[in-house]
């Protein structure tokens, strides 16, 4: 199968490059990370993130044919040769595929991503009733995996002053949490022209979620929260 | 000793210029939608026509509310735009002022065309 991989190692290359790679498969080799695994013993050369290898923990986000997604739950079958594969946009590159995302979860962090309620706890847990746990789904499987914020031009011009998708999920998700009391700081957190408001509807973060959420809607919730609350 | 980062967050007015945005398209979107139907009334796009639609009063008013829609939601949209691509400060001020000097000049335009005498 015939690969075409962006690498740059900024201490040895003055410029990116592209190379050319044709991996002999095995039978049993299905995702695209299998064959990823193939190349990195062909050439140990390459660098590129990997963990879970089943999409939950989210590191082998990169640009697939020029779409995000993980490597480890795209099909080999569903990707067009030669396969070009290029790191996550929009965010420096430290080698080859792996980026720096500490903007990224610098973001996520700004939003708080924790309940903050002060009452005592009760003695066993605060409870939610079904509805309001329902509130949350498609919410919490979230995976940080980068996706979203990385397809996003918003984020691609103003990474430091624009949440981005994920962050902006992970917001709404406890703006809506029955048993988080912060919901007016955090609305007031996300009030300026940038933090919330930069999302044009472009939607590319729903397009590209491999865990196929919906970051999208959130954020018009979130937009209509903001408008409820000043009217 | 606990480290916090200090969440900086400007002015409160996000909301607003995307509300201004959506109700302005619905006013263009309603003039639009009268004018066309006043046309078919009228049966056709001629002197006359144009002439009894405008004479009115009361769609002069209505052309008036959809210009400054118009003016406003472009002012919304090209100051975005100036948000993004016009980094360095002084760009941006430059920019926005010009676009300011001209929403303004064309708002004086259409009250001139309007009731300047022409159209009465």
Not at chain 1, 38 to 65: H, P, W, Y
Not at chain 1, 110 to 137: A, C, F
Not at chain 2, 92 to 119: P, S
Request: charged fraction near 25%.
């Amino acid at each position: 199968m015939k690969f075409r991989v962006y690498r740059y190692d900024p201490e040895k290359d003055a410029k990116p490059y592209y190379r050319d790679y044709d991996v002999a498969l095995e039978s049993t080799d299905r995702m695209l990370l299998d064959a990823l695994m193939r190349l990195k013993a062909q050439d140990d050369t390459l660098s590129f993130r990997r963990s879970c290898r089943e999409g939950v923990c989210g590191s082998d986000a990169m640009n697939i044919n020029g779409k995000n997604g993980l490597a480890c739950v795209t099909n080999l079958k569903d990707v067009k040769e030669p396969v070009e594969l290029r790191p996550l946009p929009g965010l420096p590159v430290i080698r080859d595929l792996i980026v720096d995302m500490s903007q990224f979860f610098k973001q996520y962090h700004s939003i708080k991503p924790y309940v903050v309620n002060d009452t005592p706890p009760p003695e066993r847990e605060r409870l939610q009733s079904p509805e309001e746990r329902e509130e949350l789904d498609g919410l919490y499987e979230c995976i940080l995996c980068a996706c979203c914020s990385t397809a996003c031009p918003s984020f691609w011009w103003n990474p430091d002053k624009y949440v981005g998708p994920a962050g902006l999920l992970a917001a709404y998700r406890f703006v809506i949490d029955s048993r988080d009391q912060d919901t007016e700081a955090r609305l007031d957190n996300l009030e300026d022209p940038y933090r919330l408001f930069r999302c044009y509807t472009i939607m590319n973060c729903v397009d590209v979620c491999p865990k196929n959420l919906n970051p999208a809607l959130a954020i018009g919730k979130l937009k209509n929260l903001m408008v409820k609350r000043a009217l | 000793m606990v480290m916090r980062d200090r969440v900086v967050v400007g002015a409160h007015y996000g909301w607003r210029d995307w509300l201004v945005q959506r109700i302005s398209a619905i006013v263009m979107a309603l003039y639009t939608l009268l004018l066309l139907a006043l046309l078919l009334w009228h049966g056709g796009l001629d002197y006359a026509a144009w002439k009894a639609i405008f004479g009115n009063g009361a769609f002069r008013l209505a052309t008036f509310v959809f210009m400054m829609s118009l003016l406003w939601h472009a002012w919304v949209g090209v100051r975005n735009i100036a948000m993004d691509y016009a980094k360095p400060v002084g760009l941006r001020l430059a920019v926005q002022t010009v676009v300011i000097a001209l929403l303004v000049a064309y708002a004086g335009w259409t009250i001139q065309l309007l009731w300047g005498g022409q159209l009465a």
